[in-house]
């Protein structure tokens, strides 16, 4: 049996600057961060002659172009996977549509089992191209590259998105406690609503293929923040670092009118009134979690847990996509 992890993340600054339709134009920039919550998939051979497919659905099916999940589909024709006697099973410690990139995670888990399968080692920069490919090439999905990157590399990462598809990888310097600080202060709460990402996207996605000026002039100051929230981070000044994080949410609502809704933004208006003093919402918007940067952390637990909000105590996770056993 073998069984493969990949983090899921959360983004420090700079999101949606990842989506091909922009940065092919004017390259990108972003800040993730990888994170202690993770997607499984595990792969077992199996007796009975058939292909077994275990997530929120069981597929049962004798070759794979039966198969409905589309990324399990094109991963398995892409590394020319022998079936059937084949089972792969996903779990996941949080549910998707939740902004926490587990596309992305969901991708890079298979593929690296996969390859494992195969005997093969594979570099975490091949890993999220590969993962990419299949996401946005094969299957033509409107969204970005950070969750395949984030993913396959862990850690605190910043990304250079370049008009010629190449990604660069850099570690973010920051001093170890700054880091400590960073990871105490940061909490995350689910707002109870899951989406997908896709159709939120899409609007982006589209309106930056045409060049609108609105999104665009958006996503040059999304740019600009996440390049400023870099050096805030990296020079240990981190109440700079929250206030960036709430300039980018304001700018960050007006690229969709599905980004937030009067529920949100009420729960996000309690936040600062009470000890946050930074944040935003994780992934495409619209729902999922509210990540915010906290001065008094006992005082915004207290009230977002009186509004029946959920907190997910994380930790930072430096190691990517791994194979656990095999």
Known sequence: MIIVRSP?????????????????????????????????????????QELIIKYSKLERVNCINQIEHPIIREALKYLDIPVPHLEITSLADIPAGTGLGSSGSFTTALLKALHTLKKNLIHPQKLAEEACHIELNLLKEPIGKQDQYIAAFGGLTCFHFHANNTVEVLPLQIEQETLFNLEDNLLLFFTGYSRSASSILEEQDKKSKIQDNDMINNLHFIKELGLKSKT???????????ELLNVHWQYKKQ???????????????????????????IGA????????????????????????MHEIRFRFDFMGTQVVTQ
């Open 8 to 48: 899921l993340r959360i983004s420090l600054g700079g999101g949606g600057t990842d989506l091909p339709s922009y940065y092919e134009n004017h390259t990108g920039f972003l800040i993730a961060a990888a994170i202690d919550k993770y997607v499984y998939i595990t792969l077992h051979k199996t007796f009975v």
């Open 232 to 242: 805030a981070l990296e020079q240990g000044h981190l109440y700079e670092f929250a």
């Open 255 to 281: 690229r969709s009118h599905q980004m937030s809704n009067s529920i949100i933004d009420e729960w996000y208006e309690l936040a600062l009134k009470n000890g946050a003093l930074g944040g935003k919402m």
């Open 285 to 308: 918007g619209g729902g999922g979690f509210l990540l915010f940067y906290a001065d008094d952390k006992m005082k915004l637990r207290h009230a977002l847990r009186k509004t029946g």
